[in-house]
């Protein structure tokens, strides 16, 4: 049935360009659509793979799979380009546990970059989230070879997502930026350095999640020498546990972190891969598709951001399996270290097309679009306050209302890896998806596992990439960029 | 000044009847929201004695701990009752790991009564979710030794509460009653049999919860001859390790669960504690409060039901301490064995209401008024389709609007304690509390911890309860009986 209607598609179409351009777009969307490898892409990365964390041989496994699979798919120029990250880590065990008067198995994680303990802790924990940071020194010998409760009861929790669906049910942003992805301002590496100078066996804070959920990050810059071995707890347990101490239960913990600081390889890397373009007078033109491949550590990175990086590949997949013949150069990259601060993103950005000597370069380059925030369809584009650039998403857009794209919106969203690019001037844009509980389960926590992604909306988001990269790459003139008349 | 307005209270009230329940109704409020031992009584069910699993050490702790704060309340024939559990039981400790290809520390929870495994069992699990259940036997050599996926991958997850607010804001039943706290259909009971005499080393299977919180119940039929060491994981993470089988993944886990059997006391107990009436006309006439004690293990009961122990307590002190004078008997009941299927209070209505040789007790009992599902201040109470009742309570609840109560609604509610006196014909009733979340990511849960109990709910709710009993020991004439007229 499909194939009929595809043949007719192709008989009725009138010669020249658009018709050219609904062909392909009718082939994108039947591959798409019918013969997906979206959900396997994803299910390896999440399943085989599971958490990339920059610097992690998890991460290095999973740029080395992404470049195969593009490879194997025939795309052209694939590559890994390195950029010093500076670590590599690993966590191989764990323990936190209530062991008396009661047992209690705590929901824990290790922070990132950790320090390992020296051996199994065993203790009353102290509690010093009372104390003002500056007096911590006083109490140097309650603290020494400790498990240390840091911070006060956690009585704020992450109950609101930042984006909210208008009356339109788009979402748009609302109230403060996303919290910084890094965790450490000054204050608290301090107060690391403090502890681990006091000599603290651990220390252990709350998250702000909320019956389970936990937001696990953690720094970079953490080494046995500035820090302690460092564990987030649910809150409901850690705040029972400062209760306990409290009212004089004689409350004992087991504590342990087993981890290892990597050294083989501390690069961090993104994957490139084209399908050149075929029109010698725009060839040299780049339009740029991306996601961000590196994942917090406590689940699988599923829709922070496995989804996008399986539809990355299926887009362009289906790009080259249909045959499309783009007249301008159609990249993908596959970025590291976002979550670190969009460091691969900047490395790449900088490193092409920053500066006098990369002006032409920058002149080549068309548009950037980018997919991480949200899972699920692709609803729309945040046209970052650039109404021309509105204009050309709207019109590449309308076709896949019936897939459930709904609108784009002029708003601008931060924190991800199109910054690196509208940095530089460059036009960069980033997919609207389903934010439902985005931010108080999903990303960043102990919970982004294959469940918050919906299957379908893997296929449909890899029809709407590889179309617009298409229609991008076929477009007639150029991108109109931010404060200039399409 | 808020003496000032007693005092001024007691001045201006009319003498007779109505004047004496004004002042001691003024009495019981200034007492329960300006002097409350609620919110310590709460803290020390679960923050010092924590989960209060029926015949746990726990548990035994918690009945002794309650009657000798109410003899210390000063109130009268403060005693145990016992009845046969059979059962005695204490986890002492737990692993549920991933350790190969990669480390991931489970989600888990023991299941209560699951025997011990014999070791710490490592090894690759074997998933026999797909086999009809009748032909696991056939698959003897592949789960003898080994850790057994027993179940599908969670695909159907508790994500709607059972009582929803109705647009006058009141919680009212929807759907299908509350799951049946006891874990085991003869089915389930059979497959632990055989996966037992198969030698399957341990069993994981998903909860129905989502993003980290578990339900985590057990069967207490469970022993080392007829089950398997028996851990519930989150779904999320169980669905990883389905997947992960599937996909030919070399997944390795360590499981080990550390528990007793306990022989020494297998007993179930209920407390009673009394204000006795003071008229002679009346006083044998009985107003009954109760509410279950005892919880399941994963968290610390607190909504269900610290809150309402804590609250039944504080409103036999409020009683007690300000010399209310109740015509008829107030008798405070503390079950245990609810979440076992009624255990506590059905044993005490049989072996006091039952039969031919209780009929004049049955004359005597006045009213049973429960309070147990949801939490904070009471709303209101489910008059079980008695109009006549909804009327007396209608009355009783009139002056606590002030303080949030809201409305008593016609329709019932089940399981849970007043079902064994109204099973006997007596009138029981049972309090309205907010529901938000309350079937999600409460009650049953690895999460129902204080975070889930408003403080000031629990000051409002003793003064209800106890201006509720008052009432009920003052008033003139007959409690209205399902069937009959007022």
């Not at 500035?226 to 009212?247: C, F, G, H, K």
């Amino acid at each position: 049935m499909r194939h009929h209607a595809l043949a007719a598609a192709l008989v009725l179409a009138p010669c020249g360009a658009g018709a050219q351009d609904a062909t392909a777009l009718a082939r994108i969307r039947d591959e798409g659509m019918n013969r997906s490898h979206a959900l396997e892409l994803f299910d390896h990365l999440t399943t085989v793979i599971g958490p990339r964390l920059t610097g992690s041989p998890a991460f290095r496994q999973s740029v080395d799979w992404a470049a195969a699979t593009l490879r194997g798919y025939g795309l052209a120029n694939v590559h890994l380009e390195a950029w010093p990250f500076g670590r590599g880590w690993s966590l191989d065990g764990q323990t936190a546990e209530l062991i008396a008067p009661r047992y209690l198995p705590l929901i824990a994680f290790a922070e990132a970059w950790s320090p390992p303990t020296t051996r199994v802790i065993e203790g009353t924990p102290v509690y010093i989230g009372d104390l003002p940071p500056d007096s911590v020194r006083a109490h140097a010998a309650a603290i020494r070879g400790r498990i240390v409760l840091a911070t006060r009861p956690q009585d704020v929790f992450i109950t609101k997502d930042r984006l909210q669906p208008t009356e339109h049910d788009q979402p748009v942003p609302i109230g403060a930026p996303r919290a910084n992805n890094a965790t450490g301002p000054l204050p608290r590496a301090t107060f690391q350095q403090t502890l681990h100078d006091l000599g603290a066996a651990a220390v252990l804070r709350p998250t702000e999640g909320s019956e389970g959920t936990m937001f696990v990050l953690g720094s970079r810059a953490s080494t046995p020498a500035n820090a302690v071995p460092s564990l987030i707890v649910s809150a409901e347990q850690y705040n029972l546990l400062v209760r306990m101490l409290r009212d004089g239960v004689p409350a004992r913990l087991r504590v342990e972190v087993r981890a290892r600081y990597l050294t083989a390889d501390t690069n961090g890397y993104n994957v490139l891969a084209e399908i050149p373009g075929t029109d010698p007078a725009v060839a040299d033109e780049v339009v740029l598709l991306g996601a961000h491949i590196d994942s917090w550590h406590s689940a699988t990175g599923a829709a922070d951001n496995a989804d996008a990086v399986a539809e990355l590949i299926e887009a362009m997949r289906i790009l080259k399996v249909t045959g499309a013949r783009p007249r301008r150069t159609i990249r993908a990259a596959i970025w590291g270290g976002e979550e670190q601060g969009l460091l691969g993103s900047r490395a790449y950005a900088q490193q092409h097309y920053a500066g006098d000597a990369n002006a032409r370069a920058r002149e080549k380059f068309y548009v950037y679009l980018n997919n991480d925030p949200g899972t699920g369809p692709i609803y729309g584009w945040y046209a970052e306050g650039n109404a021309a650039a509105k204009a050309v998403l709207d019109e590449w857009l309308a076709p896949f209302r019936d897939l459930g794209a709904r609108r784009n919106v002029m708003e601008k969203i931060g924190n991800t890896d199109h910054l690196s690019f509208t940095a530089l001037g460059l036009p960069g844009f980033n997919t609207i998806q389903d934010y439902t509980e985005y931010d108080t389960r999903v990303h960043h926590t102990n919970m982004d596992f294959a469940e918050r992604v919906p299957a379908e909306g893997l296929k449909q988001a890899a029809v709407v990439l590889a179309s617009f990269a298409y229609q991008a790459a076929t477009r007639e003139g150029g991108f109109p960029r931010a404060g200039t008349t399409p």
